[in-house]
């Protein structure tokens, strides 16, 4: 009955299986499919969601835009679900045309792709800004077409027309974030933690650098969890001299995650003022929240709201390491502070940044695109 659509994101994606996928089929009680393209095969998971796989397209961003696009369409179309949900700006020509075969459409915000595309530092600066109104002219076309509207942030939500658009923040699941920690806080190792996409931009080589100032004092440790973005930065980063203090961890689960979580101090969230991330909200640094963990966070306007509204943690220039430094030791220095910093940005989460709201305000966009077609499950 509804289905989710990516070509762009893997289909363990947190937002769009764990969070909105699973509210959708466990609550409303219908037959929710995942379509990706990974080359991984199809499957059924202990919950019974189905995730089909329409093929993984090689040959770049256009040959995926444009074969991996129709191959998505033709999957979608000859399972004529009732509502298709999408999730990359991309499939927009596919939500269109299963829009014009009868089809409801909602599209997924995650991203403001137009300003993101102004800063891509791959397209010759003369057609960015270009691209970025085209891109935005779409969207706006488009947004008015489509049944629903999710963008993840209330900034982005301003581009859209409020009729249709529910936003729906991408705040932490209580359920993956016990608040039995397990060791008490005094007792944890001297360690720190960063979780997520390791590039430039995320502040990967700023972080190594603060482990080398603050070595002059006493030697604290990374824990790294995440990859590598381009592939060759790893290079770069484990020639720095900070790179001694880092237990580099891959790709971790989510169970794991939240034990690595359990056993440090605070945790990293220190991007770069460019793109979008000034006004995102900040996953992770909810995530660090969740787990009890001060937070040492990039003085955003938005994020020192956040951060200082909840009393959870220090702020610090990005760009600076040695800022970041002084953040780590300020926290080392005082653990009965960094302590209470944790509590209370646990206490945030669990009073407003947290899912289960975000799940209500989804559930009753669908509530109103399938009227008497759900079988809600209570309790």
Not at 100 to 115: A, N, Q, T, W
Not at 319 to 335: K, T
Request: net charge neutral; aromatic share 8%.
């Amino acid at each position: 009955m509804i289905c989710h659509m990516t070509n762009v994101h893997p289909r363990t994606d947190i937002r769009i299986r764990v969070k909105e996928a699973s509210s959708l089929a466990e609550t409303l009680g219908v037959p929710v499919s995942l379509f990706v393209q990974d080359g991984l095969g199809d499957e059924t998971d202990e919950n019974g969601m189905r995730v089909i796989d329409t093929g993984l397209v090689s040959g770049g961003r256009l040959r995926r835009m444009s074969v991996g696009a129709w191959r998505m369409y033709r999957a979608v179309h000859k399972a004529r679900p009732k509502v298709a949900h999408f999730h990359d700006p991309e499939l927009i020509p596919v939500g269109l045309a299963l829009k014009l075969s009868g089809i409801k459409v909602v599209y997924d915000i995650h991203e403001d792709v137009p300003r993101q595309i102004q800063n891509k530092k791959y397209l010759p600066a003369l057609i960015r800004h270009p691209v970025a109104w085209t891109v935005e002219a779409v969207e706006w076309v488009a947004a008015h077409i489509f049944d629903g509207l999710v963008p993840a942030t209330p900034r982005i939500a301003e581009r859209f027309p409020a009729a249709k658009t529910v936003v729906v923040q991408n705040f932490p699941l209580l359920s993956e974030w016990p608040s039995v920690v397990e060791a008490n806080y005094a007792q944890r190792p001297e360690h720190v933690a960063y979780v997520g996409g390791i590039t430039r931009k995320r502040g990967a080589v700023e972080m190594i650098q603060a482990l080398e100032v603050i070595a002059e004092r006493q030697p604290v440790r990374l824990q790294l969890a995440g990859g590598f973005q381009p592939s060759g930065l790893e290079v770069e980063l484990k020639a720095l001299a900070g790179w001694q203090h880092v237990d580099y961890r891959g790709w971790a689960s989510r169970p794991e995650v939240a034990q690595m979580l359990g056993q440090v101090r605070a945790g990293l969230v220190v991007l770069h003022p460019t793109a979008n991330y000034p006004d995102a909200y900040p996953v992770k640094m909810f995530e660090y929240m969740a787990a009890g963990l001060p937070v040492i966070a990039s003085d955003f306007p938005l994020w020192r709201q956040i951060v200082d509204g909840a009393g959870c943690g220090l702020l610090v220039d990005p760009l600076n390491p040695r800022a970041i430094a002084e953040a780590m030791q300020w926290l080392l220095d005082h653990p009965e502070e960094a302590e209470a910093m944790g509590r209370r940005g646990r206490e945030a989460v669990e009073r407003v940044y947290h899912w289960e709201p975000e799940a209500e305000k989804l559930l009753d966009l669908y509530r109103r695109l399938l009227g008497g077609e759900t079988r809600e499950v209570i309790g």
